[in-house]
């Protein structure tokens, strides 16, 4: 269903005055609130009046993750703290962890773009939706909580862990979609075969996932796995938390942004030129109604490009195509760049593989090493060896695996790699954002998020 179709079937035209009208306020209104603000735009020699038409967005300054850090706790803040009825954080790998705040107003903001994303997703209201994302300072799971509600739904606030709970749970209540990581989608599909429950057999319909990227092989994988529509919902905790934007379950070619809230560019990495519609490059937003930190031109890291041609469910908003990596996840081996989801790509589709895998960077002497480890499905390892014996590493039938998917994997990265196959469950299982890559090298800097 489409939950705000005023909105979300917007003629351009119309949608374009809208998001410059917004624009406007809220470049005004950091310029007279927010001191960084006010210091950026006067050293780009840029005042809110010169902001008269869309075109004009690329004449403000960018804003990165490094202001927020810089201004932790508050200081990017454009309303008084009193006036915050919430404050997240994302998880900090280097240093403090970077703090959002709400208004009341930006509470109810965020729950009406998630009530939209489940509506992309095919969710109605009166289902149950099973929530198992963390609560907590992360934002995926009061995220997706409120708009649920808000759309009235029955949430089940599972949070993250305790699988085989998770399971029963979704049997017993009769889960109509499933909010969760990619990753833990699988471990749930995984843990239900383990029970003995049938997917085919429940309520589940759709799927909502996301806070990690995914491809398009692991989206055939959950559906077929777990009989649902699997859909992409796209966020990040600076501009509101997921509801950034979400795949409709009609095309799933891309996440429709909420464009009446947060006003997108892709941007050439290196440069900061803004990118023609179509190109790929880094995804850039402005949010055009928050009221407690709005960003102007934040740099998400994240590389996409932009689809502004019209969608058979009927919005009329852009979608972003999936995430091909971010600009800080991007390893680079040997000189190449390479991004995990590309090794994800290629083992996905190996039928006798689990989603399951590892990326272990190391060095010998001057040369970067990359070994991919990844595991056996229980159907495969049950062709190989009795139920409770160890994986036969010299069988001819894992030797060809072996060699017929690492053969792929240089084909598709262009650098050369090992591959191990392990047996099932033999890699540690990630409860929120999977851990994929091991750098061992030393020295070299390549980071997650
Ligand atoms: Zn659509």
């Known amino acids: 269903m489409i939950w705000n179709r005023a909105m979300e079937t917007l003629p351009r035209e119309e949608l374009k005055e809208l998001q410059l009208r917004r624009l406007k306020e809220v470049v005004a209104r950091v310029a007279a609130r927010v001191p ?41 803040l454009a309303v008084p703290r009193e006036e915050c009825v919430r404050l997240h954080a994302s998880s900090g790998t280097r240093g403090k962890p970077t703090v959002v705040a709400y208004t009341r107003q930006d509470v109810a903001t965020w729950a009406e773009v998630i009530a939209r994303s489940i509506g992309c997703a095919g969710g109605r209201p009166g289902d149950v939706l099973h929530n198992a994302y963390g609560y907590g300072l992360f934002t995926g799971g009061l995220g997706l909580h409120y708009g649920a509600e808000l759309m009235g739904q029955t949430v089940v606030p599972a949070s993250g862990g305790f699988t085989q709970r998770q399971v029963e749970l979704i049997v017993d209540l009769g889960a109509n979609g499933l909010c969760c990581t990619p990753s833990y989608a699988l ?14 057999k429940l309520a589940l319909r759709y799927g909502i996932f996301g806070a990690e990227p995914w491809t398009e092989a692991m989206r055939r994988q959950i559906e077929s796995e777990l009989h ?28 429709h942004i909420f464009e009446d809230h947060f006003l997108p560019e892709v941007v050439d990495p290196e440069t900061g030129e803004v990118l ?27 590389i996409s490009s932009l689809a502004y041609e019209p969608c058979r469910c009927g919005r009329t908003t852009v979608r972003m195509t999936r995430i091909v990596g971010r600009s800080d996840d991007m390893l ?15 083992l996905v589709s190996a039928p006798e593989l689990s989603g399951h895998y590892r990326i272990v960077l190391t060095r010998e002497g001057p040369l970067d090493r990359m070994t991919v480890e990844v595991e056996a499905n229980d159907t495969f390892v049950r062709r190989l060896a009795p139920p409770g014996e160890p994986l036969p590493s010299d069988h001819p039938a894992l030797r060809e695996v072996t060699e ?5 994997l240089v084909e598709r990265l262009r650098v050369s790699a090992e591959l191990r196959v392990l047996p099932p469950r033999s ?5 929120g954002k999977a851990v994929r890559v091991l750098d061992q090298r030393g020295g070299v800097s390549s980071a997650g998020r």
């Open 36 to 76: 960084f603000y006010r210091r950026r735009f006067a050293e780009v020699g840029v005042a809110p009046d010169d902001i008269r038409s869309l075109e004009d967005l690329p004449r403000l300054p960018f804003t990165r993750k490094s202001d927020l850090r810089d201004h932790y706790p508050y200081g990017l």
């Open 187 to 200: 471990q749930i599909a995984e843990t239900m075969r383990e029970m003995g429950v049938d997917p085919e």
């Open 228 to 255: 649902l529509d699997a859909v992409d919902i796209y966020g990040l905790s600076e501009i509101i938390g997921p509801g950034v934007a979400c795949e409709c379950a009609e095309a799933k070619a891309g996440a």
């Open 276 to 302: 023609p519609p179509g190109a790929t490059g880094e995804l850039v937003l402005t949010t055009l109604t928050k009221e407690a930190m709005p960003l102007i031109r934040y740099r998400t890291g994240d």
């Open 332 to 346: 680079i081996i040997r000189g190449v760049n390479v991004f995990p989801s590309e090794v994800e790509d290629v």
């Open 404 to 408: 017929r998917v690492r053969k792929q």
């Open 427 to 431: 890699i540690p299982r990630p409860q």
